[in-house]
């Protein structure tokens, strides 16, 4: 089983210019996460989706936007890269909404913004 | 609100015992997660607790304490691959994860 992927593994992206982040998972799990990983921060909830059709907004959503049109995909876009969105990605994807459940990752996109 | 507090940076030394301790403030809980994450890898799941105690698996161990907001995590007969960041994070009411920094475990010959 592949789990969850994600692509592409790194990206250098111009001040300006819009980005898909892509996220695959082949688990059928009904929720899933981006989060960005900064030196020195905890990781960081961008949006999430309990399930296919619906997304909410996590702890630092603003310049980001994401869709869930199934259960497999999770992509995230930024609309207009900013040097403050150079981060390591990462998506995360878990079988359960209302009970604890063990969060699965991806390997994550390494994003730099100049 | 919600914080979780663990220390930046520990050292160790291969073949001993080594315990990262984590304290939480929250409003609602639903369980603590502890993930092990190497150098340029995704976090990976070691543990899971929501009951005050010990949990042990293998060489590591996970204890939580509700009352206190407090967990540790302890890793016995140390390896070098044992060398990793190793990351807490709090289940709050919402089923979210609330992560703290990261605790990066420097193993030493």
Same mark, same amino acid.
């Given at each position: 089983t592949a789990g969850i992927t994600q692509a592409p593994t790194s990206q250098i992206l111009a001040a300006g210019r819009s980005m898909t982040l892509r996220c695959t998972q082949?688990? =059928?799990?009904?929720a899933m996460y981006w989060y960005r990983q900064d030196l020195? &921060?905890? &990781? =960081? &909830?961008?949006h999430y989706s309990n399930t296919a059709g619906t997304t909410g907004k996590g702890e630092v959503p603003d310049g980001y936007s994401v869709s869930r049109a199934n259960t497999d995909d999770f992509p995230l876009t930024l609309a207009s890269a900013v040097p403050s969105q150079t981060s390591v990605y990462f998506c995360a994807s878990s079988d359960s909404v209302s009970s604890p459940d063990t969060q699965y990752f991806g390997p994550g996109t390494r994003l730099t913004v100049l | 609100g919600q914080n979780i507090d663990q220390p930046t940076e520990m050292t160790a030394t291969e073949g001993a015992i080594v315990q990262i301790n984590c304290t939480y403030q929250t409003s609602g809980f639903n369980g603590l997660f502890w993930y092990q994450q190497h150098a340029g890898e995704a976090p990976t799941f070691l543990s899971y607790n929501v009951l005050d105690g010990l949990e042990e698996k293998g060489r590591f161990s996970s204890f939580l304490s509700r009352s206190k907001g407090y967990s540790y995590l302890l890793l016995k007969e140390l390896q070098m691959k044992d060398s990793a960041s190793y990351l807490c994070a709090h289940m709050d009411s919402n089923y979210q994860l609330i992560w703290g920094a990261g605790t990066k475990l420097i193993i030493k010959p």
């Open positions: 082949d688990m =059928r799990h009904n020195g &921060l905890g &990781l =960081r &909830l961008i | -």
